[in-house]
């Protein structure tokens, strides 16, 4: 709620001449250039430096522009804030992920968080690691979710979770009664693996060099999708994966997630990302503190899996 100083002072900070102000506010020119004079007398300082062609800020104008800016969105805040679940009741969230996420995970928790605000819609982009990080840098999403192997740089991580290598079989495979599974063992079985270039197969190399070992796929894929079908129908195959990509359809489908033996394959996280010193929307909001729960509840009850 800005007095009459301040509103006409924006307006010139914004449109950069008197004339467009008055245009913008139907009031007289002069009578806004009255009011912003007795600004600048009651500050001291000049706001603005008069030309032929407009009017420019001054350094101390610019200060208080940013300031009155600050303002006004953080009062567009507290209303929606004030208005809460009204906000929540009809908005878009926008989402972004690699594709290990887009498989089961994202799907359900989305579907579940409709039940709850069905007035919530939701556009999912799928993308590489690199996109997924430029998406969120670019404010072209609201939250992202991705498989990182450290932080990304101008973007706030919200949570974080161990989103270590594992491997996945069918619930018969020879490898499921076996106590303890090195890399060496997955010569003896067809191995299908992500592209090269993904965090998980760079993971997966890694530890095969340091292994002293090399194991050529039978079937790669940029899309996770194929490589579960792929396993599924396989006799004796073997993929890789975290355990947050099948959480709920691997048991579903009689499959079985084993660790590797190699502390190379723990260095992936899972990362709840969202855009650098920007304002989210009550609807972000409600999905995040659902989502994080979500996730947080679902790694713990893996954990206590592994024993």
Known sequence: MLNNELRYFMAVAT??????????????????????????????????????????????????????????????????????????????????????????????????????HPGISFDLQVGSAMQVAEWVRRNACDIAFQFSLAPEKEVEIIAAWPAPVLLLVDGGHPLVWQESVAMEDLHLYPLVLPEAGTTLRQLFDLSCRMAGTFIEPVFSSNNFSALYDFTRHTPDAVTVCSHFSVLWRATRDGMTLKTINNTSLSQRMLQIQVPGSKHRPAAVNAFLTMIAQALESEHKAWMARLG
């Open 15 to 116: 449109t950069g001449s008197l004339s467009a102000a008055s245009e913008q506010l139907y009031v007289a020119g002069s009578a806004i250039s009255r009011q912003i004079q007795k600004l600048e007398t009651r500050l001291g300082v000049a706001l603005f430096d008069r030309h032929a062609r407009g009017m420019i800020l001054t350094d101390a104008g610019q200060i208080l522009a940013n300031h009155v800016r600050k303002s006004m969105r953080d009062m567009e805040y507290a209303l929606a804030e004030i208005h809460g679940l009204t906000a929540v009741r009809k908005a878009l969230v926008r989402l972004a992920c690699t594709d290990g996420m887009a498989f089961d995970l994202l799907p359900g928790l989305l579907a579940r968080f409709r039940k709850l």
